[in-house]
């Protein structure tokens, strides 16, 4: 348009089906392969992790594995780990008791005893502090749960599923 610039639009309508695969769109070489390589995965495993750039879908894509999986009738619990304060992480995962630091009203559960027969999605699995880290290896262990201010563990049975943006 005369000295300035010029664009042009257009409007493209892809077939969008009321049944996606999995729950991700679209149809490309490359999605297919995406859906092939989520259905290949046992649908028992315990512990997956999903690795890919900031918003390539995977969270969509731990949604598929806890559908496709033999818990898919029980509750999927999504935790984006960049969200929780560092200093809260523990309590959140793991659950406190009633007076187990300040401010501690009541006893909470934690993430991991509430999805206790589903799945437990941690995204941005990067950003758990170091500390939080070892009670994350203990539950991968031995299934055991120790919230803050308990003197016993407790059993839980909870498949994880984690993404990171890191290579």
Do not use: W
């Not at 055991?144 to 909870?158: E, H, I, N, T």
């Amino acid at each position: 348009i005369g000295s300035g610039f010029a664009f042009c639009l257009h409007t493209v309508h892809f077939p969008v089906s009321r049944s996606q695969p999995l729950g991700l769109l679209g149809a490309s070489d490359a999605i297919e392969e995406v859906r092939r390589a989520i259905a290949r995965v046992p649908h028992d495993e315990p512990l997956v992790l999903l690795r890919g750039e900031t918003g390539t879908g995977k969270g969509l894509a731990a949604k598929a594995l806890h559908d496709l999986s033999d818990r898919s009738k029980a509750i999927f619990t999504p935790v984006n780990m960049g969200a929780i304060n560092p200093t809260l992480a523990a309590s959140a995962l793991f659950g406190h008791e009633r007076g187990a630091f300040t401010g501690a009203t009541e006893a909470q559960p934690g993430y991991f005893r509430a999805a206790h027969g589903g799945t437990l999605f941690l995204d941005e699995i990067g950003f758990m502090p170091h500390e939080v880290q070892s009670h994350l290896l203990r539950v991968t262990d031995d299934h055991m749960v120790q919230s803050l201010g308990s003197p016993r563990a407790r059993k839980v049975d909870v498949h994880i599923i984690a993404a990171t943006d890191l290579v």
